[in-house]
């Protein structure tokens, strides 16, 4: 008896070493899967100073500070190259400047250009940001301007060591939240049928004539989304996305980040714990027209109603355990447009004799971008796959039909999509569009018809299951 008791305690023994080895295993199982995705947040301000160009110099230069703007934005750290998705506070950033801040980025990030997911908020009363053309008007000495290149670089430096800075902070992320809630009386789309069934599209951003606020919504996306990243229990970052031109009113020198700005800075004093990134889906052919006549006490209405949605969204938000993410990207080639005022001689005539200094500028955009369409330039369309959802980002000021059509090849999913990546093309129309002569194509529209098939087939092809 005392032997097999003997042996039963060696057994008890053995299986007890055995079970705190599996245990042990365990833990450092659980561990691991704790430490397979990292993130890191960053944020800096990007003011420009006094007198600087708004909106490519289509409006009022600076005059005064009304608030300032910023980028936010996050490392995803895994076992690949780490992914850079980042939104800034400027109208646009444009050709060899869009090339600039994401070789940047990504040399911060240790990762590559084509992995930072950079995009533009779109607000008007801010910067764009392009280098070749705004030498190209120094050299010509025109009296407009765009950018200041001194500027330009200083930011995108303090951007770029906000981001290092941030990396020595990256904190494990175990979940993905997701979630979404419609927006009240915010977006409405610029086009509208009238009595005598004529389509019209002159319903702008600020909307003074009552009649025109009457028709209907139009062709919009109501939702807004919701991603967010989590340690356990505590949020790291949350992403929300919204398709509407972001300006109440704009134009008299004051910067502003607008409505927008107001509810992701609201938002953030609710969860102080997190990042809070605001992003501006595709919305070329959408803005708080019906509901926004411009005056300054509709911009915290509007700022409100986007808080609440990012409230509602917040609030039914679901989490689950963040299994993978992958990146992928496709490229896209849009034509440049060759018609009457848009070939290089055009331009160029353009450049140098237009009496207006927006004239000038919108000649050197012009010419900034063909240089790069003549060279063979593409564009990139990437996507970074959690699995239960997408985070898309598609270029310059793409029509919403383009976004919804990126819902559609995941019927069953959640993707949330990001416009103003690369801003070189300008709007980025459907057929439709075209075929019923868009006024706001005249001026600020790069590309050739036929965009919209090279778009869509890019959403396609980006956005298909893998293994499909």
């Given at each position: 008896m005392q032997h097999e008791g003997s042996v039963n305690s060696s057994l008890s023994r053995r299986e007890a070493?055995?079970?705190?080895?599996?245990?042990?295993?365990?833990?450092?199982g659980i561990a691991q899967d704790k430490e397979k995705f990292r993130l890191a947040a960053f944020?800096?301000?990007v003011t420009p100073p006094l007198g600087h160009a708004c909106m490519g110099g289509g409006i009022a230069p600076v005059q005064k500070i009304e608030d300032p703007l910023f980028i936010h934005g996050l490392v995803l750290l895994g076992d690949e190259k780490p992914i850079v998705i980042a939104a800034i506070d400027w109208?646009?950033?444009?050709?060899?400047?869009?090339d600039r801040w994401r070789t940047v980025l990504a040399e911060a990030a240790r990762t590559t250009p084509e992995r930072v997911?950079?995009?533009?908020?779109?607000?008007h009363d801010t910067p764009i940001a392009d280098l070749t053309a705004q030498r190209l008007l120094e050299k010509h000495q025109a009296k407009g301007s765009i950018c200041d290149l001194e500027f330009h670089e200083k930011t995108v430096q303090r951007v770029a060591k906000a981001l290092r800075d941030c990396l020595a902070a990256a904190r494990p992320v175990t979940h993905l939240g997701i979630g979404q809630a419609k927006v009240a009386e915010v977006a409405s789309n610029r086009r509208f049928v009238t009595a005598d069934g004529k389509p019209q599209y002159g319903r702008m951003s600020a909307t003074r004539d009552p009649k025109l606020r009457e028709y209907p919504e139009g062709t919009i996306d109501p939702w807004l989304k919701t991603l967010s990243f989590w340690e356990d229990?505590?949020?790291?970052?949350?992403?929300?996305?919204?398709?509407?031109?972001?300006m109440s009113y704009y134009g008299k020198g004051a910067v502003t980040a607008d409505f927008v700005g107001q509810a992701r800075k609201r938002f953030q004093a609710d969860h102080p714990q997190a990042a809070v990134l605001y992003i501006s889906g595709c919305s070329g052919n959408v803005t708080a027209g019906k509901y926004n006549d411009g005056a300054p006490e509709n911009r915290p209405v509007l700022a409100d109603k986007i808080y609440?949605?990012?409230?509602?969204?917040?609030?039914?938000?679901?989490?689950?355990p963040l299994r993978q993410v992958a990146f992928r990207s496709t490229k896209l080639r849009l034509e440049p447009r060759n018609d009457p005022g848009f070939t290089v001689a055009d331009l160029t005539k353009r450049l140098t004799t237009d009496p207006k200094p927006f004239g000038q500028c919108l000649a050197a955009l012009g010419l900034s971008w063909r240089q790069r369409a003549e060279a063979g330039f593409q564009l990139d369309v990437p996507v970074v796959d959690f699995g239960p959802a997408q985070y898309l980002l598609l270029p310059a000021e793409a029509d919403v039909e383009f976004q919804l059509h990126a819902q559609q090849m995941r019927?069953?999913?959640?993707?949330m999509t990001a416009g103003y990546g690369e801003c070189a093309p300008g709007y980025i129309p459907t057929e439709r569009t075209v075929e019923e002569k868009d006024s706001n194509l005249h001026d600020w529209c790069w590309v050739a018809p036929?965009?919209?098939?090279?778009?869509?087939?890019?959403i396609e092809t980006v956005l298909k299951p893998v293994g499909k």
């Amino acid at each position: 008896m005392q032997h097999e008791g003997s042996v039963n305690s060696s057994l008890s023994r053995r299986e007890a070493l055995a079970a705190a080895c599996l245990h042990g295993l365990a833990l450092t199982g659980i561990a691991q899967d704790k430490e397979k995705f990292r993130l890191a947040a960053f944020s800096t301000e990007v003011t420009p100073p006094l007198g600087h160009a708004c909106m490519g110099g289509g409006i009022a230069p600076v005059q005064k500070i009304e608030d300032p703007l910023f980028i936010h934005g996050l490392v995803l750290l895994g076992d690949e190259k780490p992914i850079v998705i980042a939104a800034i506070d400027w109208c646009e950033i444009r050709n060899d400047a869009y090339d600039r801040w994401r070789t940047v980025l990504a040399e911060a990030a240790r990762t590559t250009p084509e992995r930072v997911l950079f995009s533009s908020v779109h607000q008007h009363d801010t910067p764009i940001a392009d280098l070749t053309a705004q030498r190209l008007l120094e050299k010509h000495q025109a009296k407009g301007s765009i950018c200041d290149l001194e500027f330009h670089e200083k930011t995108v430096q303090r951007v770029a060591k906000a981001l290092r800075d941030c990396l020595a902070a990256a904190r494990p992320v175990t979940h993905l939240g997701i979630g979404q809630a419609k927006v009240a009386e915010v977006a409405s789309n610029r086009r509208f049928v009238t009595a005598d069934g004529k389509p019209q599209y002159g319903r702008m951003s600020a909307t003074r004539d009552p009649k025109l606020r009457e028709y209907p919504e139009g062709t919009i996306d109501p939702w807004l989304k919701t991603l967010s990243f989590w340690e356990d229990e505590k949020p790291a970052a949350i992403l929300s996305a919204y398709a509407t031109h972001p300006m109440s009113y704009y134009g008299k020198g004051a910067v502003t980040a607008d409505f927008v700005g107001q509810a992701r800075k609201r938002f953030q004093a609710d969860h102080p714990q997190a990042a809070v990134l605001y992003i501006s889906g595709c919305s070329g052919n959408v803005t708080a027209g019906k509901y926004n006549d411009g005056a300054p006490e509709n911009r915290p209405v509007l700022a409100d109603k986007i808080y609440q949605a990012m409230t509602a969204a917040w609030t039914a938000t679901k989490k689950q355990p963040l299994r993978q993410v992958a990146f992928r990207s496709t490229k896209l080639r849009l034509e440049p447009r060759n018609d009457p005022g848009f070939t290089v001689a055009d331009l160029t005539k353009r450049l140098t004799t237009d009496p207006k200094p927006f004239g000038q500028c919108l000649a050197a955009l012009g010419l900034s971008w063909r240089q790069r369409a003549e060279a063979g330039f593409q564009l990139d369309v990437p996507v970074v796959d959690f699995g239960p959802a997408q985070y898309l980002l598609l270029p310059a000021e793409a029509d919403v039909e383009f976004q919804l059509h990126a819902q559609q090849m995941r019927p069953d999913g959640f993707v949330m999509t990001a416009g103003y990546g690369e801003c070189a093309p300008g709007y980025i129309p459907t057929e439709r569009t075209v075929e019923e002569k868009d006024s706001n194509l005249h001026d600020w529209c790069w590309v050739a018809p036929g965009a919209d098939k090279a778009m869509r087939t890019a959403i396609e092809t980006v956005l298909k299951p893998v293994g499909k």
